[in-house]
């Protein structure tokens, strides 16, 4: 189990550090110099990975949220309607901003990215 620490001089949060020339694990204050030697090697990283159907949930009714930009510019490349609502979305990994495109057409709702 990993348990936050705190800086004893500034009451912030302790960060895990490596001194690579020692060659030990401290935690060490971001707000001011103070730093301890950790008791222990583990540091706990928590990584969550989203599935496509879970991202694709986000999506739902997204045509109706009138806070959404929608253009006349981009046609639907299924059903050829001349409206579509887009989004930016990070798609996970180093890839960066996705640009996420989704028809107005209610019996298309068709999908894709740029």
């Known amino acids: 189990?990993?348990?936050?620490?705190?800086?004893?001089?500034?009451?912030?949060l302790l960060y895990p550090k490596e001194?690579?020339?020692?060659?030990?694990?401290?935690?060490?204050?971001?707000?001011?110099?103070?730093?301890?030697?950790?008791?222990s090697f583990c540091v706990?990283?928590?990584?969550?990975?989203?599935?496509?159907?879970?991202?694709?949930?986000?999506?739902?009714?997204?045509t109706a949220d009138p806070t959404l930009p929608r253009t006349k510019s981009v046609k639907c490349a299924v059903c050829g309607h001349p409206e579509v609502v887009f989004l930016q979305a990070t798609t996970g990994g180093d890839e960066g901003m996705t640009l996420i495109f989704v028809c107005c057409n209610p019996n298309c709702d068709h999908r894709w990215r740029e």
């Open 1 to 12: 189990m990993s348990v936050m620490r705190f800086c004893r001089e500034c009451n912030n």
């Open 44 to 62: 706990y990283r928590n990584v969550v990975d989203h599935e496509i159907s879970e991202f694709s949930q986000t999506l739902q009714d997204v």
């Open 19 to 39: 001194e690579k020339v020692r060659k030990i694990l401290l935690y060490a204050c971001r707000n001011c110099d103070h730093e301890e030697v950790a008791d």
